[in-house]
């Protein structure tokens, strides 16, 4: 356990650092999403809605920033250090999830992301699996098909096949 005394940090800070992290996250996701194709208002491409999930992530964090410094109670909590690991790991995992789709495509980066996020979780092996094949497979299946918006492809695999 950390006191926050010791190390002068509070909630507030925590929490601030939180919203930084997700602003951050929020511009990555608009950045390389910025290389799908954006669409039009009638058929969005494959890149619109993770463009407004990043400009809505930049914003909300924003709004936290600005709202926790205009009320911010001066509270001190003790905050666990398994708390932080986990939280950074999380954030890490995603992060790495995001920039990893564009090099290996959809259905890979998200088994080995939805593998890894359930191995930390504690999933049993079987479930693990059985998340890691069918998840992929059905949002593929629900936004290529049924929604038409296609999903990142492997690259060279892409171009042996085009």
């Known amino acids: 356990m950390i006191n926050i005394d010791m190390v002068h940090?509070?909630?507030a800070v925590r929490d601030e650092l939180s919203s930084v992290l997700f602003i951050a996250l929020g511009i990555a996701i608009v950045y390389v999403s910025s290389s799908f194709p954006s669409g039009t208002t009638r058929a969005p491409g494959a890149g619109?809605?993770?463009?407004l999930l990043g400009i809505a992530i930049v914003v909300l964090a924003s709004i936290d920033i600005v709202t926790r410094r205009k009320f911010e109670a001066d509270s001190h909590q003790q905050i666990e250090l398994a708390d932080a690991k986990t939280f950074l790991t999380v954030v890490g995992l995603f992060a790495a999830y995001i920039f990893v789709i564009p090099l290996i495509g959809f259905i890979i980066s998200t088994a080995i992301y939805l593998y890894l996020i359930a191995a930390y979780s504690g999933v049993t092996f079987k479930r693990r699996?059985?998340?890691t094949i069918v998840t992929?497979?059905?949002l593929h299946y629900l936004f290529s098909e049924f929604l038409s918006l296609p999903l990142p492809e492997?690259?060279?695999l892409a171009n042996l096949l085009s």
Do not use: E, N
Not at 48 to 51: E, G, I, V
């Open 48 to 51: 619109f809605f993770p463009q």
């Open 136 to 138: 992929p497979v059905v």
């Open 129 to 131: 699996v059985l998340i």
């Open 9 to 11: 940090t509070s909630i």
């Open 154 to 156: 492997i690259p060279f």
